[in-house]
């Protein structure tokens, strides 16, 4: 039974993350509704990451280590793979640009276009929302979440200018540190609706029984 309920949780979530990441593609196309489409797909992606976050019992240097190596292996392989090595052999460019696009993969978020952002600002969101959990109860992290957010909607409105291929150097943020201010909040329901939903099944049994 038990793991009948594991094996349809990770079919439904990887169901809907297919969906996401459809939209995800859709969105990079010249779809009218792209806009739209990024409004709701990002969000969800931290969203379904909080829902399945499990803690419990493990040590900062353990849990961010295992996150760590999890996340960013295939991120730098990818990168290897499909940035690095057509940047050498096939547009055989100066090792001073290689350098350049090197450092600025590292840095990422805005810095370096493209996909790329993501991995990064996962990693980063998971750190600030491990540190929160450890320090602070739900109350307090939720009134420290909401300041974050509405500081987060206005530098996205007010700083951050609508084409970020133009954004000045200053405002490249290491890892998209700007949009963990969003992302934060984001995990936090998830994992909020997760426990609800917990509730609400114990409920059921117990009603049931």
Same mark, same amino acid.
């Given at each position: 039974?038990?793991?009948?309920?594991?094996?349809?949780?990770?079919?439904?979530?990887?169901?809907f993350?297919? =969906?996401? =990441?459809? !939209? @995800?593609?859709?969105?990079?196309?010249?779809?009218?509704?792209?806009?739209?489409l990024?409004w709701f797909?990002?969000?969800? *992606?931290?969203?379904?990451?909080g829902y399945? +976050?499990?803690?419990?019992?493990?040590s900062?240097?353990i *849990?961010l280590?295992?996150k760590a190596k999890? *996340?960013?292996?295939?991120f730098v392989?990818?990168?290897v793979?499909?940035?690095l090595?057509?940047?050498?052999?096939?547009e055989?460019?100066? %090792?001073?640009? @290689?350098?350049?696009?090197c450092f600025? /993969? @590292? +840095?990422?978020?805005?810095?370096?276009?493209? @996909?790329?952002?993501f991995i990064?600002?996962?990693?980063?969101?998971? !750190?600030?929302?491990? /540190? %929160?959990?450890? !320090? /602070?109860?739900?109350?307090?992290?939720?009134?420290?979440m !909401?300041c974050?957010?509405v500081l987060g909607? =206005? =530098?996205?409105i007010?700083?951050v200018p609508e084409?970020?291929?133009?954004?000045?150097?200053?405002?490249?943020?290491?890892?998209?540190?700007?949009?963990?201010?969003?992302?934060?909040?984001?995990?936090e329901?998830?994992?909020?609706?997760?426990e609800v939903?917990?509730k609400?099944?114990?409920?059921?049994?117990?009603a049931?029984?």
């Amino acid at each position: 039974m038990c793991s009948e309920q594991i094996n349809q949780r990770e079919e439904w979530a990887d169901i809907f993350k297919g =969906i996401l =990441i459809f !939209c @995800v593609v859709l969105g990079h196309s010249n779809y009218i509704y792209s806009d739209i489409l990024y409004w709701f797909s990002m969000p969800l *992606f931290f969203m379904i990451y909080g829902y399945f +976050w499990k803690d419990k019992g493990k040590s900062a240097l353990i *849990f961010l280590s295992k996150k760590a190596k999890h *996340f960013f292996i295939p991120f730098v392989f990818y990168f290897v793979v499909l940035d690095l090595i057509p940047m050498i052999f096939l547009e055989k460019i100066s %090792l001073e640009i @290689v350098l350049k696009r090197c450092f600025a /993969f @590292v +840095w990422s978020g805005k810095l370096y276009q493209g @996909v790329y952002w993501f991995i990064p600002t996962l990693f980063l969101s998971v !750190c600030i929302f491990y /540190f %929160l959990r450890r !320090c /602070f109860d739900r109350r307090k992290r939720i009134i420290i979440m !909401c300041c974050m957010y509405v500081l987060g909607i =206005i =530098i996205s409105i007010k700083v951050v200018p609508e084409c970020v291929t133009n954004i000045p150097l200053y405002l490249c943020l290491p890892w998209n540190a700007d949009v963990c201010l969003l992302t934060v909040g984001y995990i936090e329901f998830g994992l909020f609706v997760h426990e609800v939903k917990g509730k609400i099944n114990l409920n059921v049994k117990a009603a049931l029984s």
